[in-house]
């Protein structure tokens, strides 16, 4: 902390006993990458987190380590910061590293691993869960656990069966839709995302237990009888506590996982059974 930027980000080439001719540029390309032209010469406590944690960034770039981690680099910055540097990660990941280098970058959160868009290892208690391209595990998670982690807010997972052609759920009936028509078993858990449930004048009446305004959605939870669901609304809405709201769900995005938790069918065509 003692150090300014410029000498925190040449610490390690300093270290290695580097040219100063070579260190000054090494540190000047990083800085650059990570937008911190003009700073070199503050201390780090004049630094936003924000500015931090790029110094942080730039400091690792300077080694052009052939591996690069990144341990939950966004995890104490708010919510704009947190979108700001997550487009300037895809950009330093892009441009900023050669080809032989390899990113590992720990996230808790979803939407950083889905957006960053890389190759995606979910990880739960120390187990491999599922590996795969970042698009390929949200549409087709493998099973509950993976929905769980790969989708904020989780995705809902209700016990379902099916009689007469129609899902049933607690005391609501919807219409099978085509990808989970050839379903062999009539007991499964049925998912749905938040943001596949709907405000419809014509829905389902839930109740509102809390709402809670997460950037610019509106989470919804709800409950009716025992069942409890999440809605992800995409503006900023005022609701109260008790209110009563009408929802439909989007059937054709539906999931349906067996007794035991392995997806079965999903709207993309995936299945793990």
């Known amino acids: 902390p003692h150090l300014n930027v ?17 260190i000054n540029d090494e540190v000047f390309k990083s800085l650059k990458l990570v937008g911190l032209e003009g700073y070199e010469k503050r ?24 591996i690069l981690l990144l341990d939950e680099p966004l995890v104490n910055l ?33 939407r950083e691993a889905m957006e960053l868009n890389g190759e995606v290892i979910v990880l739960d208690e120390g187990r491999v869960l599922q590996v795969g391209a970042a698009k390929e595990i949200f549409e087709n998670p493998k099973n509950l656990k993976v929905a769980a982690i790969s989708n904020d807010p989780p995705m809902n997972i209700l016990k379902a069966d099916i009689d007469s052609n129609k899902i049933k759920f607690e005391d609501i009936e919807i219409d099978i839709p085509d990808h989970l028509s050839k379903l062999k078993d009539k007991n499964f858990n049925f998912g749905i995302r938040a943001s596949d449930v709907e405000l419809n004048d014509n829905g389902f009446e839930f109740e509102v237990e809390l709402a809670e305004i997460s950037g610019s959605e ?16 995409e503006e900023v809405m005022d609701f109260k506590i008790r ?9 054709n995005k539906a999931y349906a996982f067996d007794e035991i938790g392995n997806l079965i069918s999903s709207p993309f065509g995936g299945t793990n059974v």
């Open 6 to 22: 410029f000498e925190n980000i040449a610490f390690p080439l300093k270290q290695r006993g580097l040219d100063p001719q070579k």
């Open 78 to 110: 708010d919510y704009k910061l947190r979108e700001q540097l997550r487009e300037e990660f895809k950009n330093i990941f892009v441009n900023g590293l050669s080809k032989e280098s390899i990113v590992i970058f720990s996230t808790t959160d979803p």
């Open 243 to 251: 209110d009563k709201v009408k929802i439909n769900f989007k059937s």
């Open 218 to 233: 509106t989470l919804l939870h709800l409950t009716r009888g025992n069942l409890k669901i999440i809605a992800s609304i």
């Open 43 to 66: 201390k780090i406590q004049e630094l936003s987190g924000g500015q931090q944690q790029r110094v942080s960034v730039a400091r690792s770039l300077v080694k052009n380590a052939k």
